[in-house]
């Protein structure tokens, strides 16, 4: 009877919390639906007594501050990885580590970190809308320049990434668009880097299902769970028809099927670009109507160049008064700028006033923050003999050598070493300060650039082989720089830029033990390197505090975990190179190149450490489910060696037969775990219809019958994985 009365009291206890748990998510809901009404109000109200030429002087990115109607200014800024004015340098801001470094921790919540401290930055910069996250999926050409500004070449990882940025620099739920949070822009919608010359803004011809297969689950992550408040359109087109004009993409796809409520604005110059680019509108006001059609709302023309701009007075109001059918379009547009500024909050609060000479919106935390996420994101590529970590106390002298072992801070704009997208910090640690700071007076240092990047001269290889000769090791720092990478700056070749080939060769002729450092912000064809150098550091940018980071993992301080988010071709020949790839060649993929290796350099997932792990056999929940149903799979990793250190472990999924075509495998779950030596860590993976379904013959998301191999590992290398077979029924 007592076991009764205490299950009745344990259903009655469940049912009360579910109705307040109800209750609580109705008054929230209601709550939120209360205010969208109550701005959807103050719009509408707002719009009625504005005249033609009011409504079209806010569809511009710094639209000026209306003051007969009280409309404020919102500011905007890029934010990638901290704080960049564009066209500025002040305000002392935090520089973390690029994209791409970021990535490599795979770690969201530390990007979700990153980005919610860039957003307390913009606010007290005055900045409320940001041009960030970058959520392109690499496509296997490291050509083009902007592979640093991305998460990597995988759809589910850069989704993670972007989901927890956009978190983090907007807030959630009550915190949406605070006082501490600002507009994130996730661009550049859709397919950009799917090119076919590795050119920033070229042409893209590729099919609908892989578009939704590779490029549209990270937009489609960042609108329905990180409810993104603007997205912008790349300058391409897709399949002949500019994204700035492409009512199928911006409509159908954007807002009806995914349910973007925020606004568009375009790409730099890109309503007008309809005309001057793609040859297809005569005039700006044709392209100015075209892309009002499409729903692009802000017209982005940085620098105010008033022959690029497409939405003024100028262009459109003789237009729109003899065709008044036309302003709905300028009324929409109009609107959804305007319900941003009620979102954040402008209409009630005094804009910033700003001293540019004296602000400092930096932070001391911050700044150490952007050393922590340096750490986590340095990889190990190779560690031949264990030269690595260096043991301070065994070595007298130390040469650091190499193009980008230092760099002054410049008389204008910032560091290239940061990286595109960069703010100026207030210092910079490049890694010969951070060397320099690690050893103090226990090992010489013995300092000679070597060559400059952007030189063939070999005037300063004398002086860098005389300090190898006269050390016990060398690091030799390596790379690329904004001047070799980034926006715009497109390669025909991935070899190292001017002599530092010849450069490396020099130095290991000394027969000293070297050390690589790479600081880059594309995967190079580094062979000579990879075959002849027992150490390799990739670091890509790694912010402002790059060299303590640097130091630290030389000397074995941090045991370096991070993860490769993009594959390293072997030449340019190769391209692209990326781990997602369809069957080839009688479905073996032993398709082969008749002159060289097929395989990566260096693939995805790829990443040693100063300490070994093993993994136990994947062990399913239920090892056959129905194809409604889900389960977990797990896999127990050892710490081996005799060092602490993180494993990043990877979980890949292949439907062996359906009744369309897939990639090899798809990444579906990954988590970074820190191991003492000796001790190990059981890791679980959900399995659902998130992680198991394909696109169908009708693109549709349906999961089949059959057999799914499910892979657990390193990385994406077939050797580094470890399988078991999942029957859905």
Request: aromatic letters at 8%; proline letters at 4%; glycine letters at 8%.
């Amino acid at each position: 009877m007592m076991k009764n009365i205490t299950a009745i009291k344990l259903v009655l206890l469940v049912f009360l919390l579910n109705l307040f748990n109800a209750c609580t998510s109705t008054e929230a809901n209601s709550s939120n639906s209360k205010e969208d009404d109550e701005i959807t109000s103050k719009v509408n109200d707002l719009l009625s007594q504005m005249t033609l030429e009011e409504k079209i002087a806010e569809m511009t990115q710094d639209a000026p501050a209306n003051e007969r109607l009280g409309i404020p200014y919102m500011k905007y800024a890029e934010a990638l990885h901290g704080v960049w004015l564009v066209l500025d340098y002040y305000g002392n801001t935090t520089v973390y580590p690029q994209a791409i470094a970021a990535a490599s921790t795979w770690q969201p919540e530390l990007v979700k970190k990153m980005a919610s401290q860039t957003a307390l930055e913009a606010r007290t910069l005055g900045v409320t809308h940001t041009y960030s996250p970058n959520l392109d999926v690499i496509s296997g050409d490291p050509r083009y320049g902007r592979v640093e500004e991305s998460y990597g070449e995988d759809p589910y990882l850069v989704s993670r990434m972007g989901v927890a940025f956009i978190q983090g620099l907007q807030g959630m739920g009550k915190e949406r668009f605070d006082e501490n949070h600002v507009i994130a822009t996730a661009k550049h919608f859709i397919g950009y880097p799917e090119n076919r010359r590795g050119i920033n803004g070229g042409f893209s011809d590729m099919s609908e299902r892989r578009l939704r297969e590779v490029y549209l689950p990270p937009f489609e992550a960042a609108i329905k769970e990180a409810k993104v408040g603007a997205v912008m359109p790349g300058h391409q087109d897709y399949n002949g028809v500019p994204n700035h004009m492409n009512t199928w993409l911006l409509k159908d796809i954007l807002r009806d099927e995914l349910g973007f409520d925020g606004f568009i604005v375009s790409d730099n110059n890109d309503v007008a670009r309809l005309g001057t680019m793609h040859f297809i509108a005569e005039t700006r006001t044709e392209s100015a109507i075209l892309g009002l059609k499409a729903g692009v709302d802000m017209d982005l023309v940085i620098g105010k160049n008033e022959m690029l701009a497409a939405y003024n007075t100028k262009v459109l109001k003789d237009t729109i008064t003899k065709n008044p059918d036309l302003e709905k379009y300028i009324d929409k547009a109009t609107s959804r700028i305007l319900k941003a500024k009620y979102q954040l909050g402008l209409f009630d609060s005094e804009p910033k006033e700003i001293d540019t000479k004296t602000i400092n919106a930096g932070r001391k935390e911050h700044q150490e923050f952007s050393y922590e996420m340096a750490k986590k994101a340095i990889i190990l590529l190779k560690n031949d003999n264990n030269t690595l970590p260096l043991d301070m106390s065994k070595i007298k002298s130390l040469a650091v050598i190499g193009p980008n072992a230092h760099e002054e801070k410049p008389k204008k704009g910032t560091y290239s070493l940061l990286g595109g997208y960069s703010g100026l910090p207030p210092f910079y640690v490049s890694a010969l300060d951070g060397i320099r700071a690690k050893v103090g007076d226990k090992v010489k240092i013995n300092y000679a650039k070597g060559c400059d990047l952007l030189s063939n001269s070999k005037a300063g290889f004398p002086k860098a082989i005389a300090a190898a000769k006269k050390s016990d090791a060398v690091i030799l720092v390596i790379g690329g720089s904004r001047k070799t990478g980034g926006e715009g700056v497109d390669r025909a070749n991935l070899d190292l830029y001017g002599v530092q080939k010849e450069l490396v060769k020099a130095i290991h002729k000394t027969g000293k033990p070297v050390v690589a450092v790479l600081i880059n912000g594309r995967p190079l064809s580094i062979n000579y390197v990879a075959e002849n150098i027992p150490s390799i550091l990739e670091t890509w940018y790694l912010g402002m505090r790059s060299g303590d980071a640097i130091a630290d993992a030389i000397f074995g301080d941090v045991n370096p975990g991070g993860k490769l988010t993009v594959s390293f071709p072997r030449s340019v020949g190769q391209v692209p190179v990326t781990y997602l790839q369809r069957p080839d060649f009688i479905g073996s993929g032993k398709g082969l190149f008749k002159d060289a290796d097929k395989s990566p350099l260096f693939p995805f997932g790829y990443g040693l450490s100063y300490t070994t792990f093993t993994y136990s056999k994947p062990k399913f929940k239920n090892a056959s489910i129905s194809k409604d149903e889900s389960t977990t799979v797990s896999v127990d990793v050892t710490n081996t060696g005799k060092r602490a250190g993180d494993e990043v472990v990877q979980m890949y999924v292949r439907d062996d037969y359906a009744s369309v075509g897939r990639y090899n495998k798809m990444l579906k779950g990954f988590e970074r775990i820190s191991l003492e030596p000796g001790e190990t860590k059981t890791v679980t993976f959900t399995l659902g219809f998130d992680e198991l379904n394909i696109l169908n013959q009708q693109m549709k998301k349906v999961v089949e019958p059959g057999t799914f191999t499910i892979s657990v590992g390193a990385s994406s290398l077939e050797k580094d994985l470890h399988k078991a077979i999942l029957t859905v029924k």
